[in-house]
T-cell receptor, first 117, second 113 residues
Framework: NAGVTQTPKFRVLKTGQSMTLLCAQD?????MYWYRQDPGMGLRLIHYSVGEGTTAKGEVPDGYNVSRLKKQNFLLGLESAAPSQTSVYFC????????????????FGPGTRLTVT | LAKTTQPISMDSYEGQEVNITCSHNNIATNDYITWYQQFPSQGPRFIIQGYKTKVTNEVASLFIPADRKSSTLSLPRVSLSDTAVYYCLVGDSLSGGYQKVTFGTGTKLQVIP
């Protein structure tokens, strides 16, 4: 099993450009998440999905859009990149916590390092 | 969401036991206490979780008192490779907040030779 994979690993954008980050998981997890982590900071939740075709806002959703057309994929889009979006982006997946007795074990991808100039 | 409080940083010498305590006064009856480890330039990795008393695995032990308002992650005989950030998480199942958790800033553990 590959677990959680993220594409690309690195990217440099100019202000105003757009891009899509792809996350894929092969564990048949219902839940998927997008986090960002700024230098020296903890992780902040951008958007999450509790199932195919559903998405919800997290703590810092502004400037991002997401889609979950297939259960195994979760896409994060930046329509008009800004320097404030320079960060490392992590995708994660998990089972529905209700099915695991409210366990919060999430599986993380390796991250995408994004720089916006 | 149920909040957690843990020290920002800790230093330890190699070979010592390290205990990191997390407080979670508002933890719901149903929720596990979960700890993650994050090395530089990597995503967080689940290391241990527990509901009550003591849990032990090959990486760490987790001690949870009866009132569950705090928990202590114990790393035996740390090595330089244990230098990482450790996050304590709880959910919020009672108010329907089980769909997401808050990682916070974690505890940065620096192991010194």
């Amino acid at each position: 099993n590959a677990g959680v994979t993220q594409t690309p690993k690195f990217r440099v954008l100019k202000t105003g450009q757009s891009m899509t980050l792809l996350c894929a998981q092969d564990m048949n997890h219902e839940y998927m998440y997008w986090y960002r982590q700024d230098p020296g900071m903890g992780l902040r939740l951008i958007h999450y999905s509790v199932g195919e075709g559903t998405t919800a806002k997290g703590e810092v959703p502004d400037g991002y859009n997401v889609s979950r057309l297939k259960k195994q994929n979760f896409l994060l889009g930046l329509e008009s990149a800004a320097p404030s979006q320079t960060s490392v982006y992590f995708c994660a997946s998990s089972y529905d916590p209700r099915s695991t007795g409210y366990s919060y074990e999430q599986y993380f991808g390796p991250g995408t390092r994004l720089t916006v100039t | 969401l149920a909040k957690t409080t843990q020290p920002i940083s800790m230093d330890s010498y190699e070979g010592q036991e390290v205990n990191i305590t997390c407080s979670h006064n508002n933890i719901a009856t149903n929720d596990y206490i979960t700890w993650y480890q994050q090395f530089p330039s990597q995503g967080p990795r689940f290391i241990i979780q527990g509901y009550k008393t003591k849990v032990t695995n090959e990486v760490a032990s987790l001690f949870i008192p009866a009132d569950r308002k705090s928990s202590t992650l114990s790393l035996p005989r740390v090595s330089l490779s244990d230098t990482a950030v450790y996050y304590c998480l709880v959910g919020d199942s009672l108010s329907g907040g089980y769909q997401k958790v808050t990682f916070g800033t974690g505890t940065k553990l620096q192991v010194i030779p």
